[in-house]
């Protein structure tokens, strides 16, 4: 296994108190493989992925149980030094907003050309040339004269697209791309969507592919973590998933789709707000939210059962979900 995150427990110091904002969270992902990690802001999706990246552990955050292992070693275990040429060389991160990852005052080809005189001792030259290479690879068109431009100078769809590159750039074993079209129109989303997939198969990377939004992950992920306040509560082959839902909260994010057959009608929403990470509800933290609650869920933490070999649901009744 490429990536796997082991029972990952993290706090912030708050001062209100402690958040807990991921509690006991497990997922693995393989090389060549598409992991989806899905849920609504403060589920403590990005937090795990700052945590696998090692940018998360310094005040007021804190990785207070777990382990994360990356081909077999435990990265909380390093030091900080061997913590960062793993980042630097074998994990790459893609963020939400391009405009602030990117430097304003650097060219593209310089920002993209500094990977590879950094990290591969190249010079200015050929470093530049690779930058040329990676901008083609991204099919940014006219790659040769756009090299010397700004990041201002391209459209949002385009700077994506040169994150995109500079995650590619050292051939990481794993990217985390955490909203990377969320800012996008939709159509530029689903070619920037396409883009990243085509490259994640040929270079065969791990992608674990973080979002808020089920709809764009059905064509590229073949697994799906659901994540709410902290934990993963149901996690399944993306087919299943699309299937039969196998937990209330997962049901309700598939409602909550826009459907083309459906075109007029009133969008489903999940009533009320994900909790509040200082005071998660007791019993299944989605009990004020669910349709389908019980008095067992005011009281009773639902573990991850095991719904099939490859399936697990955080629900206490998730024969009743999946037959529902
Ligand atoms: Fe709903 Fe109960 Fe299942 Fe939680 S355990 S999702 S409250 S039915
Ligand atoms: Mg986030």
């Not at 900080?80 to 060389?89: F, I, K, L, T």
């Not at 500094?114 to 290479?133: Q, Y």
Request: aromatic share 4%; net charge neutral.
């Amino acid at each position: 296994m490429l990536l796997e995150v082991r029972d990952l427990h993290v706090e912030f110091r708050t001062r209100d108190g402690i958040a807990k904002a991921v509690n006991g969270v497990s997922y693995a992902v393989d090389a060549g493989e598409t992991l989806a990690v899905l849920g609504e802001s403060g589920s403590g999706k990005s937090v795990t992925a700052q945590a696998v990246m090692g940018i998360l552990d310094m005040p007021p955050g804190r990785i207070t149980g777990g382990e994360i292992l990356f081909k077999g070693r435990d990265l909380l275990k390093l030091k900080e030094d061997q913590r960062r040429s793993v980042r630097g060389a074998e994990m790459a991160m893609i963020f939400q907003d391009a405009l602030s990852s990117l430097n304003p005052v650097l060219s593209v080809g310089d920002q993209l050309g500094e990977m590879f005189v950094v990290h591969r001792g190249m010079s200015r030259k050929d470093a530049r040339a690779k930058a040329v290479e990676l901008m083609d690879r991204v099919r940014i068109p006219a790659a040769r004269e756009r090299v010397r431009q700004y990041p201002h100078q391209f459209s949002g769809g385009m700077r994506q697209r040169i994150m995109i590159a500079m995650a590619l750039a050292l051939e990481p074993a794993l990217i985390i791309a955490d909203e990377p079209t969320t800012a996008l129109d939709v159509t530029v989303q689903a070619q920037v969507m396409d883009l990243l997939a085509e490259l994640q198969r040929e270079y065969r990377m791990g992608l674990i592919l973080i979002t808020h939004d089920l709809g764009v992950v059905a064509d590229v992920a073949d697994r799906i973590a659901v994540m709410y306040a902290g934990r993963i509560v149901e996690s399944a082959p993306v087919h299943d998933i699309y299937k039969a839902p196998a937990h209330p909260y997962t049901r309700g994010l598939l409602d909550s789709i826009p459907r083309l057959d459906q075109k007029g009608q009133e969008l489903y929403a999940i009533k009320g707000l994900p909790p509040n990470l200082l005071h998660i509800p007791p019993g299944c933290p989605f009990h004020p939210r669910c349709p389908m609650a019980q008095d067992v869920c005011r009281t009773d933490v639902p573990p991850l059962y095991e719904v099939s070999a490859t399936r697990g649901s955080a629900c206490h009744f998730w024969r009743e979900c999946l037959h529902a």
